[in-house]
C-alpha cells in the first residue's frame, strides 16, 4: 500500500493549503470526509439527507456511516496507486482503529499534526470576517477540535507515527517543514 498520510490542524491552521501543497508535490489523493459529506448533501443522496441535519448541528456523522464511505474509498484504484492525504478523518479513536483495520499491518504510515496557537487561529479568522466567525462561534468550534482532537493525538503517539509540525511562518517556511517530514517518512516505509 502506498503512503496513507493523516493531516490534523486547527481551523485556520493552514491545513487546506498545505494540503493542496503536499498533494501537488507527492501526488497523494486528497480524501476531505468533510467534502464527500458536503457534496452528498448537495446532491441530496440518501447519505447526504442524512448528514445534514447532524452537520448543521456541528456534530460528528455516525462512525458506522463514516468508516464505510473512507473503506470504500480507500480501496479505490487512483488511492491504491498514488496513497492517500486523509483530511477530516479519523475524528474518533473508534474511526483511528478502523483505519489501522482497514489498511491491516503497516497501518497509517504518519500523522501530521499542524500545530497553530489558538490564539493565532482565533486572530486569523476574526480577521477573514467570515459571517459565522463570530468570537463564540469561533472558540467553540476550537473547544471541539480540542475535545476531538486530543485523544487522536495520543492514538497516533502510540502508534507512533505521530509528527507535530509548526505551522507558524511564512507558507513556504511551513510547507519546507512538512516537506522533510515526508520526505524522512515515506524513505523508511
Ligand atoms: P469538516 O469539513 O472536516 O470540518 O467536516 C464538516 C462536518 O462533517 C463535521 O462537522 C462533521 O459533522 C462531518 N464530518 C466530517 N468528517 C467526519 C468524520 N470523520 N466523522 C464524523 N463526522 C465527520
Redesign the pocket.
Known amino acids: 500500500m502506498p503512503p496513507v498520510v493523516v493531516i490534523l490542524g486547527r ?1 485556520g491552521s493552514g491545513k487546506g493549503t498545505q494540503a493542496e501543497r503536499i498533494n501537488a508535490r507527492y501526488g497523494f489523493i486528497h480524501v ?4 464527500m ?2 457534496a452528498a448533501v448537495q446532491a441530496g443522496t440518501q447519505l447526504g439527507l442524512k ?1 445534514k441535519a ?2 448543521d448541528a ?6 458506522d456511516i ?1 468508516i464505510a464511505i ?1 473503506a470504500e474509498r480507500v480501496g479505490e484504484p487512483d488511492i491504491q496507486a498514488h496513497g492517500v492525504l486523509l ?6 479513536t473508534a ?1 483511528a482503529d478502523a483505519l489501522a483495520n482497514i489498511l491491516g499491518a503497516g497501518g497509517p504510515s504518519l500523522a501530521i499534526n499542524l500545530e497553530v496557537p489558538i490564539e493565532t487561529v482565533t486572530e486569523r479568522m476574526l480577521a477573514r470576517g467570515r459571517g459565522d466567525d463570530t468570537a463564540e462561534a469561533i472558540a467553540r468550534r476550537l473547544e471541539l477540535y480540542e475535545a476531538e482532537t486530543a485523544p487522536l493525538l495520543a492514538w497516533f503517539q502510540n502508534k507512533g507515527c505521530l509528527r507535530t509540525v509548526d505551522g507558524l511562518g511564512t507558507e513556504d517556511e511551513v510547507f519546507a517543514r512538512l516537506a522533510d517530514i515526508i520526505d524522512e517518512t515515506i524513505t523508511t516505509l
Open positions: 481551523q476531505s470526509t468533510g467534502d459529506l458536503r448528514a447532524v452537520m456541528g456534530n460528528l456523522v455516525g462512525d463514516i473512507v483530511d477530516g478523518f479519523p475524528r474518533t474511526q
